[in-house]
């Protein structure tokens, strides 16, 4: 593959999410040095349970964001898996923040992490079962003659 | 790469996965609601608890398995993968349901993950070697001009 | 793409690390059983709940690892992509042995993670930035044809 098939929107956005995991976790680390919470414990007080949890949050939901924003990229179209990744991205980072100021504040994020999800995963979808039915019964729906 | 040479099936299953995951999630929100457990609490009755680290435990070996998954279909076979990917979703499945109702039904659906996974493994380990004496080796075990 | 285009040195690494990961997990079971911690529990004495942390932490890592990884070994070096995950994976190990014998144990491991990760995410970023300038504004900064 020559450098400009490659997909490097796609690589751009996955890169750019896996910084923001490694700066959250980084902001954990912070906030257990403010509140004196040292390593193996994972309890104290609300704030820092919050801050907590809205890193673990993110860290199960990521693997799931990059499968579906490379299957997204691959399989149906390259330019909108990026901008449901930074879509992503923006609503995982409105999470972390609101969340660790109160726990009400995490659901704008969440909702928005859920939208842009759902929007990669049902273009995935489309994309995946398109090239599974060209692929193996060679039924093409939209004819890419024209 | 043209649409019929990229890995579709390997696609397909690992979007399914990543769906299924979604799923699990979606239903520790559900059980947090029954059981009155708000954010970000992890602790509570029996059933909660079991239903949490059941999806925490699909959260943990989820990357390990995207790894497995893409190695034994992009370096042994790509129908094998996709055939051992069913099979650990299925497994994810049993698993997460027979944990929440006990700890002992966890077991059954744990066991056919970990088959699962070791069958690709292998195929992918087996691949990979092959391709590595091919590469750098200049070395062809099982002759390809056959 | 033929066999010798695909990038076996990175999915030889991303498998070894996908199976030091399920070899933490099987270390996190033995620890139950030693110390009689059954599922769903994930507290107890202090040693299991420093090789349980060891291998949480892991897995919060691990996606992070697997795409800077990539996108190191595909849109920078990939021999040197495969290096830095061979530093990661070491010092991922030494980590886990560490924080099991004590919490400042953790440390001389996490410092060599975090020194791999950050080599790899600005190789992985310098070459996605090339690469961007290349594709879509026709800027070639070092000219391949020298």
Request: glycine residues 8%; charged residues 15%.
């Amino acid at each position: 593959m020559t450098t400009t098939e490659q997909p490097v929107l796609l690589a751009a956005v996955s890169l750019l999410s896996a910084l923001l995991m490694g700066f959250q976790a980084r902001r954990v680390g912070w906030s257990r040095m403010k509140h004196k919470i040292m390593p193996p414990a994972v309890t104290g007080p609300p704030e820092f349970e919050r801050t907590f949890r809205a890193h673990q949050n993110g860290v199960e939901f990521f693997p799931t964001f990059q499968v579906v924003l490379w299957t997204c990229g691959l399989f149906g179209n390259e330019a909108l898996a990026a901008l449901g990744g930074l879509v992503y991205i923006a609503g995982r980072e409105m999470y972390f923040t609101g969340y660790a100021k109160s726990a009400r504040g995490r659901l704008p994020g969440f909702y928005l992490t859920i939208c842009a999800l759902l929007a990669m995963a049902l273009t995935a979808a489309t994309g995946i079962i398109l090239s599974l039915l060209d692929k193996y019964l060679n039924i093409q729906i939209f004819s890419r003659s024209i």
